[in-house]
């Protein structure tokens, strides 16, 4: 995993993309006990563009040069043995979360940028897949998460009604 965080802090370095920030369940493995995870995510803001559509080719074509062209069979490019999706910045939340995540260490060599527990769990709850649940309750349950910040998040970004459904249902984790 450590030789995939610094390909991407390649990509940042190179201004392929401007900014990254770990999110998903690897996200929430700085957070909380280690789980299996079969990928990476990665949220991503993208250098300007006059165009209107998100393109990952110069990301991929940067990947390509240096090696890097095998695909899963999700779709996912693999970087070190680790199947990596890259999600670009895609609405206010997404935006936010990356503008706010910070460095963390990974090892005592290496620090990597990471969504905070918060930002982590609203977007788990704004995807709102099954497998999310377990992940949300963990956060929950761990000594960096703010419950005020996350409910405000939940309330900015209109996320109470997912909320109120779910959140009976974490409580009980």
Same mark, same amino acid.
């Given at each position: 995993?450590?030789?995939?965080?610094?390909?991407?802090?390649?990509?940042?370095?190179?201004?392929?993309?401007?900014?990254?920030?770990?999110?998903?369940?690897?996200?929430?493995?700085?957070?909380v006990e280690p789980f299996a995870t079969l990928d990476i995510d990665f949220?991503?803001?993208?250098?300007?563009?006059?165009?209107?559509?998100?393109?990952?080719?110069?990301?991929?074509?940067?990947?390509?040069?240096?090696?890097?062209?095998?695909?899963?069979?999700?779709?996912?490019?693999?970087?070190?043995?680790? &199947?990596?999706?890259?999600?670009?910045?895609?609405?206010? =939340? *997404?935006? +936010?979360? %990356? $503008?706010?995540?910070?460095?963390? &260490?990974?090892?005592?060599?290496?620090?990597?940028?990471? =969504? *905070?527990? +918060?930002? %982590? $769990?609203?977007?788990?709850?704004?995807?709102?897949?099954?497998?999310?649940?377990g992940r949300i309750s963990q956060l929950l349950a761990s000594d960096e998460?703010?419950?005020?910040?996350?409910?405000?998040?939940?309330?900015?970004?209109?996320?109470?009604?997912?909320?109120?459904?779910?959140e009976p249902l974490v409580d009980q984790e």
């Amino acid at each position: 995993m450590k030789e995939t965080f610094q390909i991407v802090e390649e990509l940042k370095r190179a201004r392929v993309i401007e900014d990254y920030a770990v999110a998903g369940a690897v996200g929430a493995l700085f957070y909380v006990e280690p789980f299996a995870t079969l990928d990476i995510d990665f949220l991503l803001d993208l250098p300007s563009s006059e165009n209107l559509l998100i393109s990952l080719e110069p990301i991929h074509a940067w990947l390509r040069m240096r090696g890097y062209s095998e695909f899963d069979d999700q779709g996912n490019i693999v970087i070190e043995k680790w &199947p990596v999706q890259f999600l670009p910045v895609n609405d206010a =939340l *997404s935006g +936010e979360a %990356l $503008a706010r995540a910070q460095y963390l &260490p990974f090892d005592e060599t290496l620090n990597v940028r990471v =969504l *905070s527990p +918060e930002y %982590l $769990a609203a977007e788990a709850l704004k995807v709102g897949r099954p497998k999310d649940l377990g992940r949300i309750s963990q956060l929950l349950a761990s000594d960096e998460f703010d419950s005020d910040r996350f409910l405000d998040l939940v309330h900015r970004f209109g996320l109470q009604e997912k909320w109120a459904k779910l959140e009976p249902l974490v409580d009980q984790e």
